[in-house]
């Protein structure tokens, strides 16, 4: 880590300075900072978690932590859409194994990668709090519902 | 029977997410009546007197928490609302914050005047954005109307509640692994004693409250303990909100007094097992719970008779497996979940659920040997015995008793490289 050297995200110093004036201790605006990097650039970079951790004088160790215990958080690059299908028991009992192999199927990937155009990295997840619509996944911020298989493919088509 | 709606009265009619909505079904007069006619401690007694337990899985007397956090010296305090619904098979949390989020407001805000704190926190999962968003334009109407700010309705108490974006961790539905959260680190619950009511946040005391314990507020406030108190059970008053999955014919949230049998939620309610179907077994307190099977359909859904049954109301979340269902398959699904969601401090539960999975993706598959059954028998009791907070305990609940009561699935995919459940399945 100490070879890379800090950055902070081009355009977003106001943004930063906002979020951080809202806590009394600094640190607290660690996860709120690293949502707007990652909702401005895709993903964190490591040159921008040094950075943050600069910014909020804390250990490049715990940012760097904490940017890999979040499942939310990116830290390599991902497609234009994200993907999430939920893999939880409720969704499990839906037939959750034949929608993912259908997605898998079009993409041509797995789980965690992302297609050659850069257009979708897919990913499991756990139970988003839609079981009673299951099986259910997440595109970016938006939730489907009740999928099968036909569905996956007009959905994808979509983006 | 018709449900017993009261936290869920809302939900359905037009703008019932937005403040004009709210305030044309009587939203706000218990924050009113609350600073116009009642002093904080009255409030506590009132809530400590209707009985309310939390309803995020603990069932921890509300009123006493808040008791507690009002009596400790220290200044300045917190009430944070706990959203980070996470347990598998629980969807309530997020209709009341999709589609009634100013009750929510109206609760914390209550609770704040009665704990004697100025400032709320809601801590909501970062895969419920949209929630998030809507929770944020709920709260800026709310200070625009003067129930929330400084002088609330005119009375001595200033109150404003922050939206906090988790990022995906089940264990931040843990309270100190939230607060943990909070203060910008990676979720990992804390040693208790000291108690969040006395050293929370920042180390300052704070009480945690889930999204539907907190929307019961200003029902007990505009309606009484006595009232509160004939809903449900003697040890459980009030209503609970069940969240009911998997094999049957209606799922759904289903708004019913505590101590609602196990008969009435599959049968009454959810419409029954779907394709006519056999019921096999249920998980009754989401995917931390110990399944129930058919001889327990009289069992009564509160928190003391769910666990004299050997179970749990946890977050009070129902999936309902049918006659078709492979235990292996899901038990390995509720496997897969505890081994991701596992923090990885302590051995006993980032080993013991790695294990478990291992394991049993060799039963699944045919190619493990009959005692290794046993032996992960032999691993969930360590992990209870050993595991240091409620997620590494509670992980091998579903597996050992889906182990304990169908036994045959898991033989037979040992044995005869079959399920007798899925004939389909190719093991």
């Known amino acids: ?159 | 029977m018709p449900q017993t709606k009261i936290l869920l009265k809302n939900i359905g009619t037009p703008n019932s997410e937005h403040i004009k909505g709210y305030l044309k079904n009587g939203g706000y007069k218990a924050l009113k009546h609350a600073l116009g006619e009642l002093l904080p401690e009255e409030i506590v007694e009132l809530v400590k007197r209707a009985g309310l337990r939390g309803r995020g899985g603990a069932g921890f007397p509300t009123g006493m928490k808040w008791q507690f956090c009002a009596s400790d010296p220290k200044k300045i305090k917190y009430i944070i609302c706990n959203a980070d619904e996470g347990e598998p098979g629980t969807f309530k949390d997020r209709i009341l914050l999709e589609q009634d989020p100013h009750s929510l407001i109206e609760g914390m805000a209550i609770a704040g005047y009665a704990i004697g704190c100025t400032q709320g926190i809601i801590y909501i999962r970062g895969e419920y954005i949209y929630a998030a968003r809507l929770l944020e334009q709920a709260i800026e109407q709310a200070r625009a109307k003067g129930y929330l700010g400084d002088n609330i309705l005119g009375a001595d108490f200033c109150f404003d509640i922050k939206v906090f974006l988790g990022a995906g961790a089940y264990i931040c539905g843990e309270e100190t692994a939230l607060l943990d959260s909070l203060e910008g680190r990676a979720g990992r619950s804390r040693v208790k004693p000291p108690f969040p009511v006395n050293e929370g946040l920042w180390r300052r005391p704070t009480t945690v409250n889930n999204v539907e314990t907190l929307c019961s507020i200003r029902h007990i406030l505009l309606n009484g303990d006595e009232w509160f108190r004939r809903l449900g059970t003697s040890e459980c008053p009030g209503t609970k909100i069940f969240s009911i999955s998997g094999h049957v014919n209606k799922p759904g949230n289903y708004e019913l007094p505590m101590g609602t049998v196990l008969r009435d939620l599959i049968y009454e309610y959810a419409g029954g097992i779907r394709d006519g179907n056999k019921f096999k077994a249920v998980l009754p307190g989401g995917a931390s719970s110990p399944c129930l099977t058919a001889e327990h359909m009289g069992v009564a859904f509160d928190f003391y008779n769910l666990a004299r049954a050997g179970s749990m109301l946890g977050s009070g979340a129902l999936i309902v497996m049918d006659e078709t269902t492979c235990m292996v398959g899901a038990g390995l699904s509720v496997a897969r979940f505890f081994e991701h969601e596992s923090c990885g401090r302590c051995t006993p539960c980032r080993e013991g659920a790695g294990w478990i999975v291992n394991i049993l993706n060799r039963i699944y598959n045919g190619e493990a040997k009959l005692a290794e059954i046993d032996l992960i028998v032999e691993l969930a009791d360590n992990m209870r015995a050993s595991s240091f907070c409620p997620l590494g305990m509670a992980a091998p609940n579903a597996v050992v008793s889906f182990i304990k009561n169908f036994r045959d699935d898991f033989e037979e995919h040992i044995k005869y490289k079959r399920c007798p459940a899925r004939k389909d399945l190719d093991v």
């Open chain 1, 1 to 159: 880590m100490a070879n890379i050297a800090p950055k902070l995200p081009d355009g977003l110093k106001k943004e930063f300075e906002q979020i951080v004036a809202q806590y009394e201790f600094k640190r607290g605006a660690l996860l709120p900072l690293l949502h707007k990097v990652q909702e401005h650039s895709g993903y964190l970079e490591q040159d921008i978690l040094v950075g943050i951790a600069g910014y909020l004088n804390i250990p490049q160790v715990d940012v760097f932590e904490i940017a890999t215990f979040y499942t939310l958080f990116n830290t390599r690059p991902v497609g234009n859409n994200v993907i999430l299908v939920c893999d939880s028991i409720s969704c499990y009992l839906k037939d959750e194994e034949k929608v993912f192999a259908q997605i898998k199927r079009i993409l041509q990937i797995g789980s965690g990668e992302t297609t050659s155009d850069g257009k979708f990295t897919l990913f499991t997840t756990s139970c988003i709090g839609a079981c009673d619509r299951a099986p259910a996944m997440m595109v970016n911020d938006k939730t489907f519902f009740k999928l099968t298989p036909e569905k996956i493919t007009d959905i994808l088509k979509e983006y």
